[in-house]
């Protein structure tokens, strides 16, 4: 059974640092790998896609990176700002003929001013 | 290009009651899954739709059931309501299968008292 891990649960960063989070889970025979942020009471917002057979997404400040063989992916944030501060949730996709998608618990970002 | 809506937003009713959610996917978008947020189990998987057939089902009692339209809109109905099916309801819309990104609706907020 997919469990996917996130780690930290929650993280405080002064405006301008860069910073990473980390996701892990336990059965590698993934077919993707998606990084969402939700902002307070609201839906999810996809961030960047990672199909298996990548190493690594990017967009804008944001760097994603997946390691199947370790079960880990990073989503790296380059010069964090305000802005940021949501929570954000790493969500697997084991493939076949379907969409579901296993999420991670969640890291909680504040970017302090 | 209108992302996925749903309707309603908020939704407040008394145990026992039943309820219907709707989802509009993205316009082109063939599968329809639906997920339960709640603080204490997170996201979980609930159903997923494609074509008017349900693909793939989550661990959840018979109470909760769906279906999709041949114009790819979802419905998911709860019957009999517990005080424990309090919770944010997403939908996610995508193409086909795993190989595209899940676009999430702003969800809907249901309070059973």
Redesign the interface.
Known sequence: KQEVTQIPAALSVPEGENLVLNCSFTDSAI??L?W?RQDP??????LL?I?SSQREQTSGRLNASLDKSSGRSTLYIAASQPGDSATY?C?V?N????????????TLLAVQP | KAG?T?TPRYLIKTRGQQVTLSCSPISGHR?V?W?QQTPGQ????LF?Y?SETQ??K?NFPGRFSGRQFSNSRSEMNVSTLELGDSA?Y?C?S?LT???Y???????T?LTVT
């Open positions: 077919y993707n998606q969402f009471g609201k839906g999810l917002t996809s896609l199909q949730l969500a996709d493939g076949g003929a379907t969409n579901k998608l296993i999420f991670g618990t969640g | 996925v749903q599968s899954s997920y997170g996201l979980q998987f997923e494609f693909r793939n989550g944010l997403l996610a995508s299968d795993s190989v990104e899940q676009y999430f609706g702003p969800g907020r």
